[in-house]
Nanobody
Framework: QVQLVESGGGLVQPGGSLRLSCAASGFTFQYYTMSWYRQAPGKERELVASISSTGGITTYADSMKGRFTISRDNAKNTVYLQMNSLKPEDTAVYYC?????????WGQGTQVTVSS
């Protein structure tokens, strides 16, 4: 079955950086677009970034452009989210996701807290 396992979250000061990882299994990772979403307390889940199967196409939410970078390593079945210049408003649970055979799958999420 499809499994997505995120890691790399934590507490960071404003202006700091974190790199999230998502290890995927249960499907042929190299053929599928991967995405990162986030959900802050009291808010709806929102798309952060997506990357095409080959990594050649990336898209970002406007508020993350220039600060976040999504990448993938198809040999390791892993997708990454490099987050720089973090702000308190980036505090959220970050989820890895993919759409496989008409169903959307989610990881368990990793907490990112930006605070001094």
């Amino acid at each position: 079955q499809v499994q997505l396992v995120e890691s790399g979250g934590g507490l960071v000061q404003p202006g700091g950086s974190l790199r999230l990882s998502c290890a995927a299994s249960g499907f042929t990772f190299q053929y599928y677009t991967m995405s990162w979403y986030r959900q802050a307390p009291g808010k709806e889940r929102e798309l952060v970034a997506s990357i095409s199967s080959t990594g050649g196409i990336t898209t970002y939410a406007d508020s993350m452009k220039g600060r976040f970078t999504i990448s993938r390593d198809n040999a390791k079945n892993t997708v990454y989210l490099q987050m720089n210049s973090l702000k308190p408003e980036d505090t959220a649970v970050y989820y890895c996701s993919t759409r496989y055979r008409s169903s959307r799958y989610w990881g368990q999420g990793t907490q990112v807290t930006v605070s001094s």
